[in-house]
């Protein structure tokens, strides 16, 4: 009921940037938390950095510095700055986002979490 679109992966060279972009649509009634998960060949999954509202942006120690996070309310879309990229960033970046669902009235319904297709961000010379 929730789909997110990304968009912005791509190949850069070591400190270039890009910015990533996830919009969500759906039967939303409100989104309380949206994020960036990356997933590198043979490592778990993580955290890149989050916007909630009660807490407000949180960040990897890996990426402070260097990327940036910023939502757009209106558009439900999150986006992730990141420059000075270095090698170590390749992965697949997966968007994420928790909310409340409508009901059939319209009004607030269950909790949903959802997840991005995954976008490729390649950073190599």
């Known amino acids: 009921q929730v789909h997110l679109v990304e968009s912005g992966g791509g190949l850069v060279q070591p400190g270039g940037s890009l910015r990533l972009s996830c919009a969500a649509s759906g039967s939303i009634f409100s989104i309380n938390a949206m994020g960036w998960y990356r997933q590198a060949p043979g490592k778990q999954r993580e955290l890149v950095a989050s916007v909630t509202n009660n807490v407000g942006t949180r960040y990897a120690d890996s990426v402070k510095g260097r990327f940036t996070i910023s939502r757009d309310n209106a558009k439900s879309t999150v986006y992730l700055q990141m420059n000075s990229l270095k090698p170590e960033d390749t992965a697949v970046y997966y968007c994420?986002?928790?909310?409340?669902?409508?009901?059939?009235?319209?009004?607030?319904?269950?909790?949903?979490?959802?997840w991005g297709q995954g976008t490729q961000v390649t950073v190599s010379s």
């Open positions: 994420n986002v928790g909310g409340i669902l409508n009901n059939v009235l319209g009004h607030a319904g269950r909790d949903f979490i959802s």
